[in-house]
């Protein structure tokens, strides 16, 4: 087997959700690009104020600003972002930024909007941290990433009087395979 080496994976230095207002709602960096939180806070303003004109409703757009490439996508008052090095595939940028939106929209059930999305901001951060590791992109996948997020959700706090049905199929596989290996 060959050697892997980070430099051959794409990468991604941040992704950003942020309200109708360029509010934070969910960010998560992978880059040391923007070391202070008040340098985090005007690269994403400074995004916020250049795609704020633009109609990202119905597809993802691109754009480069200082360096960087930017894929965004707006849905009702969220608005979704992806960054990157200029030297990275902008298609497999805009694979990460619609597995990241179709994805919460999946766990949102449909209700991607700010109110929700704060409600259950502990599954987007875990839909995040499914996508992306360290800047290396995991997985781009919507069903897949919502899977394992929703997986991770109801092996945790929620009841299981809680769950929704899908969760408790994922949690009753769970335990039927684990009593079959013992």
Not at 1 to 27: H, Q, T, Y
Not at 146 to 159: F, R
Request: net charge negative; hydrophobic share 40%; with cysteine.
């Amino acid at each position: 087997m060959g050697e892997f080496s980070k430099a051959s994976c794409p990468s991604v230095k941040n992704i950003l959700l942020l309200d109708s207002e360029g509010k934070r709602v969910a960010v998560k960096y992978f880059s040391d690009d923007w070391p202070t939180n008040a340098s985090r806070l005007t690269f994403e303003k400074s995004i916020f104020t250049k795609t704020l004109k633009t109609n990202a409703r119905s597809e993802a757009e691109i754009t480069l600003l200082d360096g960087y490439i930017i894929v965004y996508k707006f849905v009702h008052d969220l608005h979704f972002f992806v960054t990157a090095g200029d030297d990275e595939n902008e298609l497999i940028i805009s694979n990460v930024l619609q597995g990241f939106a179709d994805s919460v929209g999946l766990l949102l059930r449909g209700d991607v909007e700010k109110r929700t999305a704060l409600e259950n901001l502990d599954l987007i951060l875990l839909c995040i941290d499914e996508i992306i590791d360290g800047g290396i992109i995991l997985e781009t996948d919507a069903n897949t990433i919502a899977g394992k997020v929703a997986t991770n959700a109801a092996d945790g706090s929620v009841p299981f009087s809680e769950q929704t049905i899908s969760q408790a199929l994922a949690t009753a596989r769970e335990h039927f395979a684990r009593s079959l290996l013992k």
